[in-house]
């Protein structure tokens, strides 16, 4: 019989000794169900097993860390490199000097380097990021490539490198819980973490077609914000390729236009599915605007480019061109198609030619609920487009029932707690703001506050976006220490995201001005409008529409200050910056021109020029009666002080 002792595993923690009649050969030898021994045996094991499952799942997680730490020093982190997700031109015209540049920003180092390749749609950024990573494949250990032309997209994009990841290294801990169906948030929250780790500093990342960033106040929900996809680790490489300018990522790099015409043509001839572009119109086109380089895809970027910098007159005709050419080279359905509708909508309705806007909105709507479902990314975004506008036309209950549609459809698909469902929040705070439903619009802004705090960060974007719908909330309710306190807020908001030199500075610093001109400080809110001013002048130049809208409110503050001919100067240089910027076309339809006409005719009749006031007046007439009708109240007011006006001069 086998002595007690031997039946403990020398070292086990409290082991537990059954006793057997039998010997080394007989121990686990049993005549049937009905021996002693095997139900002693059976009996002990069910309980062994009944108890097995908490320290297996923690000898596991054991397993993983020291995995972890395995893998960080001993395993390799390359994966095999794929461009599988962009298209490769055969025709790349080499450049040899933004290579050189390129490899001397990112050549090896111990810290985070960034190149951004900004230069107009179609001009060749895109290509030639994908020949700098074919160039220089044996530098990194893994090469990742992001379309981020959209949120989703961008998404997209983390699944499949995840998937590579796996597959290539499937004891990878921070992909091990990833599957089919995990939440495309978890996914990129796994491979960022995979990329964060910290001998894993040899990859390379490109976001191609960053061309539309995330700004807060807009209820553009096509916009996407890329701090949400860069790696925490301060390491790795990152390529951006956009047609902005004013990033602010990483070092700049512009990829000039080719010098050689008849070359660039011939490149937007080979990207264009459309027949003729090398034809003598398009040529003349080209010759006629030398920043202009591209087929229908190229031209919508460069529309968006220009409708994100406000030049909206050029904007309207790239997005006019793009959608002509689309119409006849996909059909008037497609999804691309309808993409240039929704923007051209877009642009309409900053020009306050709302009917075409109308018309625009509701095709894309229509369109896309055809196409992609009531429930897509894309029809949500029509939706928003038309709740927008219908607010500005002050077709309230239309707006609220679009701005209710958006947020329960993003509610239902996306979460409550989701960036989408909270933007959509704030576009119906906006709507009962204006209702001067103040309680509510408090609630809703300080739920959708309280999602980003939690969701995002506190210093998010989004987040001091929403502080400042708060501010101006207070504002219009006459609370104006809370306004001050949100504005300020905000103010230190911007500067942790953006650093000190940002559009959204400096306009959270006029609307601040905004404040204190309400509250009776008109020194204090001349200083504020100043700094924004200097801010703008610095970042945009001289000929940057909030330049002009920044003027417009200095010359009320001159006013106040009993300053009329500083004040008049300060009117007649915003009103020939936006006649420059706007063109005699659109100009008089253009609602803060025709608040500066307004002003400068009033104070050129209380100073006795009044031929000029009168000139000035009857442009802000007309202007006001196009845009919204004789019936409306700024017409009538505006009705009432040219009539006085020229039965003074009479």
Same mark, same amino acid.
């Given at each position: ?45 069910? =309980? ?75 001009? &060749? ?17 893994? =090469?990742?490539?992001?379309? +981020? ?128 572009? =090398? ?38 005709? =790239? ?50 609920? $055809? ?19 219908? $607010? ?112 959204? +500075? ?122 919204? &009708? ?21």
């Amino acid at each position: 019989v086998v002595p007690r002792a031997s039946a403990v595993v020398p070292g086990a923690p409290d082991p537990e000794p059954i006793g057997i009649h039998a010997d080394h050969v007989n121990m686990i030898k049993f005549a049937s169900r009905e021996d002693h021994g095997y139900k002693t045996i059976s009996r002990c094991l069910r =309980m062994m097993v009944q108890d097995a499952s908490d320290p297996i799942t923690s000898r596991w997680e054991d397993e993983g860390r020291v995995d972890a730490v395995r893998i960080n020093s001993d395993v390799s982190f390359s994966i095999v490199s794929s461009l599988s997700e962009v298209s490769e031109t055969d025709h790349f015209v080499a450049r040899e000097k933004e290579f050189e540049e390129m490899h001397e920003i990112l050549k090896d180092g111990t810290s985070r380097r960034i190149v951004t390749l900004h230069g107009l749609g179609g001009i &060749g950024k895109t290509q030639l990021a994908i020949a700098y990573s074919k160039a220089h494949r044996g530098d990194y250990s893994a =090469m990742l490539w992001i379309n +981020i032309k959209d949120e989703f997209s961008a998404k997209q994009s983390f699944s499949r490198i995840a998937r590579q990841i796996r597959k290539e290294h499937p004891s990878a801990p921070q992909l091990s819980a990833i599957d089919a169906d995990s939440h495309l948030d978890e996914v990129v929250a796994a491979v960022k973490q995979w990329l964060e780790q910290v001998k894993n500093t040899r990859w390379l990342m490109v976001f191609d077609n960053y061309d539309s960033p995330a700004v807060p106040n807009s209820s553009d929900l096509s916009t996407v914000d890329i701090q949400q996809f860069l790696p925490d680790a301060y390491h790795g490489s990152i390529v951006i390729t956009t047609t902005l300018s004013n990033l602010g990522i990483g070092q700049q790099m512009q990829v000039n236009k080719l010098e050689d015409i008849h070359d660039s043509l011939q490149i937007l001839s080979n990207a264009s599915p459309r027949e003729g572009l =090398m034809n003598d119109r398009f040529r003349r086109f080209c010759k006629d605007r030398p920043d202009i380089r591209g087929g229908e895809e190229a031209l919508h970027s460069v529309g968006s480019l220009y409708l994100f910098q406000r030049r909206l007159v050029e904007a309207k005709e =790239m997005f006019q061109y793009a959608l002509e050419g689309k119409e006849k080279a996909f059909g008037p359905k497609h999804i691309s198609t309808l993409s240039t509708v929704n923007k051209l909508g877009r642009v309409y309705m900053v020009l306050n030619w709302f009917d075409k806007a109308d018309e625009m909105f509701q095709r894309a709507l229509q369109g896309f609920e $055809q196409e992609l479902g009531p429930m897509h990314d894309l029809t949500l975004i029509a939706v928003q487009n038309l709740g927008d506008l219908y $607010q500005d036309l002050d077709q309230l209950e239309k707006a609220e029932k679009m701005y209710q549609r958006g947020l329960q459809s993003y509610e239902k698909v996306l979460g409550p707690e989701h960036e989408s469902t909270l933007n959509a929040l704030c576009n119906l705070g906006k709507l009962y703001l204006k209702l001067e439903r103040f309680d509510e619009a408090e609630k809703i802004y300080q739920r959708a506050l309280e999602g980003m705090e939690k969701a995002l960060r506190p210093a998010h974007e989004s987040t001091v976006s929403t502080l400042c719908d708060l501010g101006f909330l207070y504002c219009v309710w006459e609370r104006l220490d809370k306004a001050k306190k949100m504005y300020k807020w905000a103010l230190q908001g911007y500067k942790k995201v953006y650093g000190l030199e940002h559009e959204l +500075i400096f306009d959270t610093l006029k609307y601040l001005g905004g404040v204190y001109h309400t509250s009776g400080q008109p020194k204090k809110a001349g200083e504020m409008y100043q700094q924004a001013l200097q801010g703008y002048e610095k970042v945009f130049g001289l000929e940057h529409r909030s330049i002009f809208d920044t003027l417009s409110l200095l010359g009320t503050v001159y006013e106040n200050l009993g300053r009329p001919e500083k004040a008049k100067e300060i009117y007649q240089r915003a009103l020939r910056g936006y006649e420059q910027v706007l063109g005699e076309e659109t100009v008089d339809k253009d609602l803060p021109a025709l608040t500066v006409m307004e002003c400068l005719a009033s104070l050129l009749h209380r100073t006795r020029r009044v031929r000029e006031a009168e000139e000035l007046y009857s442009r802000a007439l007309v202007g006001t009666e196009t845009i919204f &009708g004789k019936e409306s109240v700024r017409y009538q007011r505006c009705f009432k002080e040219y009539s006085k006006m020229r039965s003074d001069s009479q």
